[in-house]
């Protein structure tokens, strides 16, 4: 079946630095992205639709300026936490949709990031 | 916006109970998925079940659309089936997905 890959999977940063999040598509073409966040034992918040070749398109509340948004390819988004803060210590997950197999939705496998 | 509601929010079985979840959602849907997510945080779609039954192996799931709701059945539970079920929503002209709260399972040896 369709896979979507995360990376990385896991990872460190001090407060005030920037980290990337990548999301792969790896067997299909997908426009259109989207990254959530969980925090934990909760469950997962959209934050952001990303759209390949034009901008995301943020929910609510999310700061577009700290979550930036990259989707530059069919099979791949990035996402940006800049300026990182402790508070934005969280679970990161993005999925991408395969119109070829009825719409279904796919996640990647997430990725930790806890500021430090 | 849709309000998607799980039940019950936590679940504890002996190995080899079978088990129903449900998802109760507050307005049509084109589009409904049930999900496990694993202690590491890995999503693994179960189902993509808009209206009508689904089975693969020990899991099968069952929407009634018209009247909003679906159940996903778990049977001859396995420790390995521990984890959080979500279940999520899609409305017409959306692509958005809506996740319900999730339920807890936790299968006991």
């Known amino acids: 079946g369709a896979v979507v890959s995360q990376h990385p999977s896991r990872v460190i940063c001090k407060s005030g630095t920037s980290v990337k999040i990548e999301c792969r598509s790896l067997?299909?073409?997908?426009?259109?992205m989207f990254w959530y966040r969980q925090f934990p034992k909760q469950s997962l918040m959209l934050m952001a639709t990303?759209?390949?070749?034009?901008?995301?398109?943020?929910e609510q509340g999310v700061e577009k300026d700290k979550f930036l948004i990259n989707h530059a390819s069919l099979t791949l988004s990035t996402l940006t936490v800049t300026s990182a803060h402790p508070e934005d210590s969280s679970f990161y997950i993005c999925?991408?949709?395969?119109?070829?197999?009825?719409?279904?939705?796919?996640f990647g496998e997430g990725s930790w990031l806890t500021v430090v | 916006g849709i309000q998607v509601e799980q039940s019950p929010p936590d679940l504890i079985l002996q190995e080899g109970a079978n088990s129903t979840l449900r998802c109760n959602f507050s307005?049509?849907?084109?589009?409904l998925q049930w999900f496990h997510q694993n202690p590491w945080g890995q999503l693994i779609n179960l189902f993509y079940?808009?209206?009508g039954t689904k089975q693969n192996g020990r899991l099968s799931a069952t929407t009634v659309a018209t009247e909003r709701y679906s159940l996903l059945y778990i049977s001859s539970s396995q420790t390995t089936d521990s984890g959080v079920y979500f279940c999520?929503?899609?409305?017409?002209?959306?692509?958005?997905?809506?996740f319900g709260k999730g339920t807890k399972l936790t299968v006991n040896p």
């Open positions: 999925s991408a949709r395969d119109s070829l197999s009825g719409n279904t939705i796919y």
């Open positions: 067997d299909f073409q997908a426009t259109t």
């Open positions: 990303s759209n390949e070749g034009s901008k995301a398109t943020y």
């Open positions: 307005d049509s849907v084109n589009n």
């Open positions: 079940i808009p209206s």
């Open positions: 999520a929503v899609q409305r017409g002209g959306s692509e958005k997905l809506v």
